[in-house]
T-cell receptor, first 115, second 116 residues
Framework: GDSVTQMEGPVTLSEEAFLTINCTYT??????LFWYVQYPGEGLQLLLK?????DKGSNKGFEATYRKETTSFHLEKGSVQVSDSAVYFC??????????????FGTGTRLLVSP | DAGVIQSPRHEVTEMGQEVTLRCKPI?????LFWYRQTMMRGLELLIY????????DSGMPEDRFSAKMPNASFSTLKIQPSEPRDSAVYFC??????????????FGEGSRLTVL
């Protein structure tokens, strides 16, 4: 079945450091890929998405490129801020014959950014 | 749009009591999902509906859990009787499936349940 694997956390960085959170997936169809972010005490919010190979999703300085050849969707940011401290979830939604199936989430990676 | 609305935001109850969590999906969305989040197990899909019909309830932990969607704008997740191990944050999410949609989910802010 479909699955998502993301790096374990926590990831601890100083402000203005470069961020990479790795995510790889397995899927039988043609998935859309997502990164969701969860700030403390809140629900999950969509951060960015990509719907086909080589698409780059971007938002708030974060980027991720849909790499079909390596089945990856790594999240990057050039300069993190303390306010980026949150849990980040990689996810996929596979497109079957009847439309999108349920969203499959990774286990989440906690990011801690210190001043 | 107001987004996915969940209530209550916080619930503290005693073991054995019935708990009902409520969700109002985004208008026009035809899928509704219930998730549970704990430190130990992470984010778990409990059940999801399409056009008010339950499609997959394989994630419902046991018979104490039940979910209904009587109409397109309302769903409930009920736990009866509740146990301390049910303590978690329960999220509701909705999605629209139309031509051009990308499969993303929109989440509510969650209901934090504590069972003493």
């Amino acid at each position: 079945g479909d699955s998502v694997t993301q790096m374990e956390g926590p990831v601890t960085l100083s402000e203005e450091a470069f961020l990479t959170i790795n995510c790889t997936y397995t899927a039988t169809g043609y998935p859309s890929l997502f990164w969701y972010v969860q700030y403390p005490g809140e629900g999950l919010q969509l951060l960015l998405k990509a719907t086909k190979a080589d698409d780059k999703g971007s938002n708030k300085g974060f980027e991720a490129t849909y790499r079909k050849e390596t089945t990856s969707f790594h999240l990057e940011k050039g300069s993190v801020q303390v306010s980026d401290s949150a849990v980040y979830f990689c996810a996929l939604s596979d497109r079957g014959n009847t439309g999108f199936q349920k969203l499959v989430f990774g286990t989440g990676t906690r990011l801690l950014v210190s001043p | 749009d107001a987004g996915v609305i969940q209530s209550p935001r916080h619930e503290v109850t005693e073991m054995g009591q019935e708990v009902t969590l409520r969700c109002k999906p985004i208008s026009g969305h035809d899928y509704l999902f219930w998730y549970r989040q704990t430190m130990m197990r992470g984010l778990e899909l409990l059940i999801y509906f399409n056009n008010n019909v339950p499609i997959d309830d394989s994630g419902m932990p046991e018979d104490r859990f039940s979910a209904k969607m009587p109409n397109a704008s309302f769903s409930t997740l009920k736990i009866q009787p509740s146990e301390p191990r049910d303590s978690a944050v329960y999220f509701c999410a909705s999605r629209q499936d139309r031509v051009g949609s990308t499969g993303e989910l929109f989440f509510g802010e969650g209901s934090r349940l504590t069972v003493l």
